[in-house]
């Protein structure tokens, strides 16, 4: 039998299948660098039989909404999201990446009038390709991939 390497929680959110070396990214994602009050636990290149190997986030006493979990499944897309009550699993489930994001992002195109400061408009993109991911601006119709992606999320931070 193997020997757990981190602690089990007692009650919060344990998001695992985290692709290796994005559990950094997801952490800044949800705000956790400037919570104070929320135990985190994080397993960066773990070994995993499903993935090979994995990154997993422990978060006590907090559990997702679903803009943070929509923003999860556009960095990591083959996360679980595990949802622990009483050091028992209570629900599991796959991100879902969905189909249309709003607010989420800005785009890129210096043009787009989401970057226009005098416009108060949020970016709104359309999920054209998951595998790998590409989303496309509603305004201007700049495609975005999957690096970009991440990119935009921490430059947000």
Do not use: W
């Not at 919570?35 to 985190?40: G, I, K, L, N, P």
């Not at 999201?81 to 629900?91: D, Q, R, S």
């Amino acid at each position: 039998m193997e020997q757990m390497k981190i602690n089990r929680i007692r009650q919060g959110t344990v998001i695992d299948h985290i692709g290796a070396g994005k559990a950094l990214a997801v952490f800044h994602l949800l705000g956790l660098k400037n919570d104070q009050t929320t135990s985190v636990t994080m397993a960066i290149r773990v070994p995993s039989r499903r993935m090979r190997i994995k990154d997993i986030l422990k978060i006590e006493n907090r559990y997702l909404d679903p803009t943070e979990t929509a923003m999860i499944a556009l960095i990591a897309p083959q996360a679980t999201i595990n949802i622990i009550t009483n050091y028992t699993l209570e629900k599991k489930e796959r991100v879902k990446l969905p189909t249309h994001l709003e607010g989420l992002l800005r785009c890129e195109n210096p043009n787009c009038i989401t970057t226009a400061l005098r416009e108060p408009v949020q970016g709104k993109f359309t999920v054209i390709g998951d595998s790998p991911l590409r989303i496309q601006c509603d305004y201007c119709l700049t495609i975005i991939a999957t690096e970009e992606v991440e990119r935009l999320f921490l430059r947000k931070i």
